[in-house]
């Protein structure tokens, strides 16, 4: 299992946003205790709602940097490349996308993915027959200051930064039938599956590797990529000490598996104080069984 400067690892969304930075601190100090009871009741009201802006603020502005993942979606005629939260997906930026392959039966071919205009603009590549696609996607430096604001810089630009971190994303989807699902990549944060995911009945067995290793404790999310699901509604798993984990399937139909992983110090000590990566894996699944 790999251990080398393994500090948190966890699951995306709400549990990444908290991964990526930790909670904000408002400031406020506890009222006096010479204070009369219900001016300490208000002023505690106060303080708690304070909080609560400042943390809703804080989500908002840590979300670029560690709340938001990288999906691919296969369309038939090639993959569409997507960012954000399964239900409110953002237009990715071309340019951090720093490189899209798709692995076929008997070849790789590197991807050349362009932006559509339009009423819906979407990043995508074309790609005919069955493949496994895997993208990079490099979202970054990005700092946290001591106001409470982020900034997309690293902390050899603002060294007043109270925290600072890389984020990267990677990101996987099996399409065909003879796309060859099991292919290990090589990216440093990946999700390979144990059995063919369009068979799985239920679950899913997959394998968590970080640095070629597997990565003991790192929690797996299963979203169906469309869907905003609560913290307590997702399917999760907790990966063993080889790295795997069994994963729930609630429902037939497209799924998205995402884990991440926190590692401190930064290999960039300079420039961040941690990198955070991301790594989602997408496949569509036949058997109408669920948990």
């Given at each position: 299992?790999q251990?080398?400067?393994?500090?948190?690892?966890?699951a995306?969304?709400?549990d990444?946003?908290?991964?990526?930075?930790?909670?904000?601190?408002?400031g406020?100090?506890?009222?006096?205790a010479?204070f009369?009871?219900h001016?300490?009741?208000?002023h505690?009201?106060?303080?708690?709602?304070?909080?609560?802006?400042?943390?809703?603020a804080?989500?908002?502005?840590?979300?670029?940097?560690?709340?938001?993942?990288l999906?691919?979606?296969?369309?038939?005629?090639?993959?569409?490349?997507?960012?954000?939260?399964?239900h409110?997906?953002?237009?990715p930026?071309?340019g951090?996308l720093?490189s899209?392959t798709a692995?076929?039966p008997a070849?790789?071919?590197?991807l050349?993915?362009?932006l559509e205009?339009?009423p819906a603009?979407?990043?995508?590549?074309?790609?005919q027959?069955?493949?496994?696609?895997a993208?990079a996607y490099?979202?970054g430096?990005w700092v946290?200051?001591?106001?409470?604001?982020?900034?997309?810089?690293?902390?050899?630009?603002?060294?007043?930064?109270?925290?600072s971190?890389?984020?990267?994303?990677?990101?996987k989807?099996?399409?065909?039938?003879?796309?060859?699902?099991?292919?290990?990549?090589?990216?440093?944060?990946?999700?390979?599956p144990?059995?063919?995911?369009?068979?799985?009945?239920?679950?899913?067995?997959?394998?968590?590797?970080?640095?070629?290793r597997p990565?003991?404790?790192?929690?797996?999310?299963?979203?169906?990529?469309v869907?905003?699901?609560?913290?307590?509604?997702?399917a999760?798993a907790?990966?063993?000490?080889?790295?795997?984990?069994v994963v729930?399937?609630r429902?037939?139909?497209?799924?998205?598996?995402?884990?991440?992983h926190r590692?401190?110090?930064?290999q960039?000590?300079?420039?961040?104080?941690a990198?955070?990566?991301?790594?989602?894996?997408?496949?569509?699944?036949?058997?109408p069984k669920?948990?």
């Amino acid at each position: 299992m790999q251990m080398a400067r393994l500090v948190h690892t966890d699951a995306m969304r709400s549990d990444a946003d908290q991964e990526a930075w930790g909670p904000a601190s408002d400031g406020v100090a506890a009222p006096a205790a010479a204070f009369r009871h219900h001016r300490r009741l208000h002023h505690e009201s106060t303080r708690t709602m304070r909080r609560t802006a400042l943390f809703a603020a804080f989500l908002a502005l840590a979300a670029p940097a560690g709340a938001h993942d990288l999906w691919l979606d296969p369309t038939g005629s090639g993959v569409q490349i997507l960012y954000g939260h399964p239900h409110e997906p953002e237009l990715p930026s071309a340019g951090k996308l720093m490189s899209l392959t798709a692995y076929e039966p008997a070849d790789a071919v590197v991807l050349k993915a362009k932006l559509e205009a339009g009423p819906a603009p979407a990043l995508r590549a074309a790609h005919q027959g069955d493949a496994l696609f895997a993208a990079a996607y490099d979202n970054g430096y990005w700092v946290r200051l001591p106001n409470g604001s982020y900034r997309n810089a690293s902390k050899r630009m603002l060294p007043q930064a109270d925290k600072s971190l890389w984020s990267v994303k990677f990101a996987k989807a099996v399409s065909g039938p003879t796309a060859p699902w099991d292919k290990v990549v090589g990216q440093p944060l990946e999700i390979v599956p144990l059995e063919a995911p369009s068979a799985a009945a239920g679950q899913i067995r997959v394998r968590v590797l970080f640095e070629g290793r597997p990565l003991g404790g790192a929690g797996v999310v299963a979203t169906d990529g469309v869907t905003f699901k609560s913290e307590a509604d997702q399917a999760r798993a907790t990966t063993d000490a080889e790295g795997v984990a069994v994963v729930p399937l609630r429902r037939a139909g497209p799924q998205v598996l995402g884990v991440s992983h926190r590692v401190t110090p930064s290999q960039t000590p300079t420039l961040a104080d941690a990198d955070s990566y991301g790594a989602t894996l997408a496949f569509t699944v036949t058997d109408p069984k669920t948990n």
